[in-house]
């Protein structure tokens, strides 16, 4: 649950940054309308050129490496050692991103 919740904290700085990089444009959707995932983000951000190099690898390699895998149901974190690690990715994400807000 831990993991979870991490970037549910991360995903909600990032529409924050979305809004403060994009100059307040609305949040993109997926094609029902939904709110857009940390990946359609990326992508968006990365085709307009928003952001900044630096939080745009630093968000990629979290979504590529600790959250999508975490999204399969038979996926966990099953040590502390990879919690604590998911939290400091989390925190660097989330400070680059305030930092440049």
């Known amino acids: 649950g831990a993991g979870f919740h991490f970037h549910r904290a991360n995903e909600s700085v990032l529409r924050n940054y979305w809004t403060a990089v ?5 949040l993109p959707t997926d094609n029902v309308g939904r709110p857009a995932n940390m990946g359609m983000l990326l992508e968006e951000m990365k ?3 928003f952001g900044t190099p630096t939080v745009l690898s630093a968000l990629k390699d979290l979504k590529d490496n600790h959250r ?6 038979e996926q966990s974190i099953d040590t502390a050692a990879k919690a604590i690690a998911l939290m400091f990715g989390v925190h660097n994400c989330i400070a680059y991103m305030l930092d440049e807000m």
Do not use: F
């Open 22 to 26: 994009s100059g307040g444009l609305p």
């Open 47 to 49: 085709r307009k050129t």
């Open 68 to 73: 999508n895998p975490l999204m399969h149901p």
